[in-house]
């Protein structure tokens, strides 16, 4: 339609999650419109990303720093270490602003199906810190799947000859999520076994 | 979260038509994970669209060539102009590979809510073309919208001097749109008044 450019440009968009084919096109003409004001500035802040962000050797997390800002922030407990699968996980976690202390980010759970196993986990940096001492609880922070939850298993296991606490966060109804008859079997048995008394 | 560049990016890439701030972020992470072979050649394909793509001045049309290559085609009949609102309309009546003619984008409609007025359509080159001569028809595909029909009708009455036929495309039920009660009203008056007879 508009040349080997333009198609290059759509099939590269529509590769981004959250955009198809049809609303690469859109996002296509919308840059394209304004190449100066819209265009150009995107694909400077990807160089310019690209060029900065590194993993943090730490923790997991991307940063423009190595460590990154969450591990080398004083204000934050270094004592209590929360375990995420991936950087979106520890975004959300940081945006609801729940955590106050560090994180370790596995990149992934054990899968079969993946084929993820063990070694494929970013585990080594959390083993190195809990050996150092000063860790007095780890958090695992998994997704409620199999996987996560093979994860957690495999990781209390790991975790075991620390001495060190290790919890996972609850399971149940989420806040919000409306009526009890629209959630998963999976996730009403877990909210009645995590059932609290009203002292 | 990961510092200035990548608040910068998630930013720029909200701003996309069909991405918002949370998809957004699913989508620079997944560029942020594969720097190399994801963001910079979406990056660079950007950038190289910025610099090639133009408005072809005959049609409006976005190629890396003025005139584009649909008004450069010698194949396509110069005789047969299809007028549409956006770039978008002209690739999704190209996708379809309906007309064999040439296009006229109009950039827009006529919209007293916009301020668009009908010194801000791209119509000139049309005239031009129309006084050049050989323009067998015009035809009118404008959305079935309050502000496409009053385009319409002000283009069929600024053609009329041309003596050249004028028509819009045929309104009536989306062909696999389904059962008829799912239609607004608007397109059941059309669709019956544009009834045909079996023959």
């Known amino acids: 339609m508009g ?6 440009l759509i ?17 296509a003409l919308a840059l394209l419109r304004q190449p100066q004001t819209r265009m150009l500035p ?17 923790c997991g997390n991307l940063d423009t720093h190595d460590p990154c800002g969450i591990c080398t922030d004083s204000a934050r407990d270094r004592g209590l270490v ?9 975004w959300a976690l940081e945006r609801a602003g ?3 202390g560090v994180y370790q980010v596995l990149g992934g759970t054990l899968s079969a199906l993946s084929g993820t196993g063990p070694d494929d986990l970013n585990l080594a940096p959390l083993l190195a810190r809990l050996e150092e001492g000063g860790v ?16 957690a298993h495999w990781l209390q296991d790991r975790l075991a000859g620390f001495d060190v606490p290790v919890s996972r966060v609850g399971q149940g109804v989420p806040m919000g999520g409306g009526a009890l008859d629209v959630l998963d079997d999976g996730t009403l048995a877990a909210a ?3 059932r609290k008394i009203y002292s």
Do not use: F, N, Y
């Open 3 to 8: 040349g080997a450019d333009i198609e290059r």
């Open 11 to 27: 099939a590269l968009l529509a590769r981004l999650p959250g955009l198809g084919p049809r609303s690469a096109r859109r996002a």
């Open 42 to 58: 995107l694909a400077q802040a990807m160089e310019q990303a690209a060029r900065t962000v590194r993993t943090c050797s730490t």
């Open 82 to 90: 929360c375990v995420v699968e991936t950087v979106g996980d520890l």
């Open 98 to 100: 729940v955590h106050r």
């Open 136 to 151: 007095r609880e780890v958090i695992l922070a998994l997704g409620a799947t199999v996987e996560g939850a093979a994860t």
């Open 192 to 194: 009645l076994t995590a």
